[in-house]
């Protein structure tokens, strides 16, 4: 910079700094005030908003011990509502058990009451069971059924406690529905019919009958005490703790006449067959046993007498032999010098008679082991078919008679296996013994043919082998 521009910034340089100190100054001054001015300002606005501040924490305070005590309130009444709540519940599920047992009681009423009692009470409460179950979601309709079930098993308690008599139908033998007067007394009923021709005991039935079966009882069992009862209303009676069941599997129990009887023609002709077979079986046991075939020690003599040239020693002793074996073995000494050929066609000639008279009779019994079953089968569908023709007039009434029925037409069809079991093994024994029977002929006949195998070809026997014969000895290997 040149010395000319130098000296004037000299003299004027402090001149500038005191104005600017000077403008400094003021504006301190100024910004002072302005400051002192706000803070007024600010002074004169705080104040009522700080009362509004103090009121609002007031108004919050106020408003927090209220909202404390709304919540204090809404936890007292949450706690009854939960004691209603449960008090709802039990009295719900006291009510829910109490219709369940309503319930139960009018389903199972009918089950509970007599047999007997099904025509009077049993059909009363079935009603007002319909008339409940019709009542829907209509609960109060429905309590109202279900008390008046209650009220119908209430008067019957009432009425029967010591004893209760009225009339209706039950079903007597056959499965015939009478007529007649009941008296029960608890679990136990008696009933005569209105023409006096059935009287006895009741029993249970099954669900799907109205009517009671009855246990038919004569004089000497107690029907004349039970006709007086039901007369007179006094009268010592039979009491069976079983309700009649001990006299139905007593009178289930029979008897071999029974049995025989209840086979009918079919059985007869059954066990007729069978004693048919027991007798030919005992006749062929004997046959058999005593069929006479000689001994080893018989055949060796006749053997010795022929290797010996004495034919006429050798008939005699083989005369001596009777029936079938003894006229094989003739025929052996007969034939003996002859040709072997002849000898084995005589000896197969005799055996031929043999074996028929072991055998015959046999194929009766397997007839009879294969007939017996069949005829039984037989039996059995004829009563089967008697049953259903019953069932079909007078009606199914009762279960137990319909089964009675059946089990009497398998009587046939157990007689038929009496029969043919034992036949069928009888038959096989016989049939071994024959065989072995057989076997032993035929062992007395390889004797004699082998006999021949001794005789000196050098020898001149009457009726020997012609000399082109060829022995089979020599034809044997050495």
């Known amino acids: 910079m040149t010395p000319r521009f130098i000296l004037p910034l000299l003299f004027t340089g402090p001149l500038l700094a005191q104005d600017a100190a000077r403008k400094a100054e003021t504006d301190l001054r100024l ?11 600010i002074i004169k606005k705080e104040t009522p908003l700080i009362r509004r501040v103090e009121q609002l924490d007031d108004r919050a305070i106020a408003l927090g011990k209220e909202l404390n005590s709304s919540l204090a309130g809404e936890k007292a009444i949450a706690g009854e509502q939960r004691k209603l709540d449960n008090e709802l519940a039990s009295r719900r599920g006291e009510f829910d058990y109490t219709l369940s047992s309503l319930r139960s009681y009018g389903r199972n009423l ?13 059909k009363l409460a079935g009603e007002a069971e319909a008339k409940a179950t019709a009542a829907g979601d209509d609960l109060v309709q429905e309590v109202r059924e279900r008390l ?13 406690s010591g004893g209760h008599q009225f009339s209706g139908s039950a079903v007597a033998a056959g499965n015939v ?7 029960t ?15 006895g005991l009741t029993n249970f039935t099954p669900d799907s009958l109205d009517f009671p079966g009855i246990i038919s009882m004569n004089d000497e069992q107690g029907g004349g005490a039970i006709a007086d009862l039901i007369k007179t ?3 010592q009676v039979p009491v069976d703790a079983t309700m009649g069941k001990a006299l139905q599997v007593a009178r289930t129990k029979k008897s071999l006449k029974d049995y025989l009887k209840g086979g009918g023609v079919v059985g007869y002709g059954i066990l007729g067959l069978g004693a048919l077979a027991m007798l030919i079986a005992l006749y062929k046991l004997l046959e ?13 003599l006749v053997l010795d007498d022929l290797l010996e040239n004495r034919s006429g020693e050798a008939e005699e002793k083989a005369g001596q032999i009777k029936g079938l074996g003894g006229q094989m073995v003739q025929a052996g000494v007969q034939y003996f010098y002859d040709k072997r050929r002849i000898l084995e066609d005589a000896l197969l000639e005799k055996l031929g008679a043999i074996q028929p008279r072991l055998e015959r009779f046999l194929p009766f019994l397997a007839l009879v082991a294969a007939a017996a079953p069949m005829m039984g089968l037989l039996g059995t569908v004829l009563g089967i078919m008697k049953t259903f023709a019953m069932m079909s007039a007078v009606g199914t009434g009762d279960s137990r008679a319909f089964s009675a029925g059946i089990s ?25 013994l024959a065989k072995a029977k057989f076997g032993q002929a035929e062992g007395v006949a390889l004797s004699i043919l082998n006999g021949t195998t001794e005789i000196d070809k050098s020898a001149e026997v009457p009726g020997g082998d012609d000399p082109d014969e060829i022995d089979e000895l020599e034809l044997a290997p050495a």
């Open 110 to 122: 009918k089950n509970r009451i007599h047999s007997a009692e099904k025509q009077t009470y049993g």
């Open 148 to 160: 008046a079930v209650l009220g119908i098993g209430a008067r019957r308690i009432r009425e029967i």
């Open 185 to 199: 007394f608890g679990p136990l009923g008696y009933f005569l019919s209105k023409d006096g021709g059935t009287v």
């Open 177 to 183: 529905v009478k007529e007649g007067d009941f008296t």
């Open 31 to 41: 910004a002072t005030e302005q400051l002192r001015q706000l803070k007024s300002e």
């Open 408 to 432: 009497e037409a398998l009587i046939t069809t157990a007689m038929g296996l009496i029969v043919a079991i034992p036949v069928i093994i009888i038959h096989g024994m016989l049939k071994s």
């Open 288 to 300: 058999i046993t005593r069929f006479p075939l000689p001994s080893r020690k018989r055949i060796n």
């Open 233 to 235: 209303g006094s009268a």
